[in-house]
């Protein structure tokens, strides 16, 4: 337990900008409706499935139409 109290300082802002992120990531595929690939359903599925950070990254990297 104490082991987990010395990374709770470090833990704590990650999980703040994993949860920022696919928060955001969320926002933009709900709001659009052009993707670079795939569709509205796939990028909600790769984001909520794979949401530690790979997920929301993935989408902004190949799935983000560029406006």
């Not at 470090?10 to 709001?31: K, N």
Request: proline share 4%; hydrophobic share 50%.
């Amino acid at each position: 337990m104490n082991e987990l109290m010395e990374y709770l300082p470090l833990m704590i802002p990650l999980v703040a900008a994993q949860f920022a992120l696919l928060g955001y990531a969320l926002y933009h595929i709900l709001s659009h409706k052009t993707y670079k690939r795939g569709t509205r359903t796939l990028w909600l599925v790769v984001t909520l499935v794979l949401m530690n950070f790979v997920g929301p990254i993935l989408y902004f990297i190949f799935g983000k139409e560029e406006t």
